[in-house]
T-cell receptor, first 111, second 112 residues
């Protein structure tokens, strides 16, 4: 079945550091790929998405590129802030009417 | 103007009780979902409804019963609550799988 693998956390960075959170997937067909963010005590919010190979999703300084050849969708940000501290989820949807999530990666940013 | 709203936000109850969580969306989406998030933040789909019809029913104990009176509402009823049911339950809705989901803010259920 479809699955998503994310790098384990927590990831701890200093403010203004570069962020990469790795995400790889296994899916039949051509899935759409997503990154969601969950701030403490809140629900999940869609951060960015890509629906076909080589698409780049971007939002709030975060970006991720859909790489079909490596089945990856790594999340990057050039300069993190304390307010970026949250749990980040990679997810895919391959038309089966459900999102399959990775296990989530906790990001902690220190000032 | 909340897009997906769940009530209650917190629910503390004793083992063996029956409880319900309500969910409503005002986005006009056709599909609604229930997800369970465990203490390690892992998210797993439980149910999905499309226009009031059940389309996904993952391996969930039959003590859990979803009900969709109309396409804007999807409620979750849980019978004979157990300690292991303690989790955060999220409702979500979507227009199309390419667009992603809109999530509610979650219901933290604690069974004591």
């Amino acid at each position: 079945g479809d699955s998503v693998t994310q790098m384990e956390g927590p990831v701890t960075l200093s403010e203004e550091a570069f962020l990469t959170i790795n995400c790889t997937y296994t899916a039949t067909g051509y899935p759409s790929l997503f990154w969601y963010v969950q701030y403490p005590g809140e629900g999940l919010q869609l951060l960015l998405k890509a629906t076909k190979a080589d698409d780049k999703g971007s939002n709030k300084g975060f970006e991720a590129t859909y790489r079909k050849e490596t089945t990856s969708f790594h999340l990057e940000k050039g300069s993190v802030q304390v307010s970026d501290s949250a749990v980040y989820f990679c997810a895919l949807s391959s038309g089966g009417n459900k999102l399959v999530f990775g296990a989530g990666t906790i990001l902690r940013v220190k000032s | 103007d909340t897009a997906v709203s769940q009530t209650p936000k917190y629910l503390v109850t004793q083992m063996g009780n029956d409880k319900s969580i309500k969910c409503e969306q005002n986005l006009g989406h056709d599909t609604m979902y229930w997800y369970k998030q465990d203490s390690k933040k892992f998210l797993k789909i439980m149910f999905s409804y499309n226009n009031k019809e059940l389309i996904i029913n993952e391996t969930v104990p039959n003590r859990f019963s979803p009900k969709s009176p109309d396409k804007a509402h999807l409620n979750l009823h849980i019978n004979s609550l157990e300690l292991g049911d303690s989790a955060v339950y999220f409702c979500a809705s979507s227009r199309d799988f390419n667009y992603g989901y809109t999530f509610g803010s979650g219901t933290r259920l604690t069974v004591v």
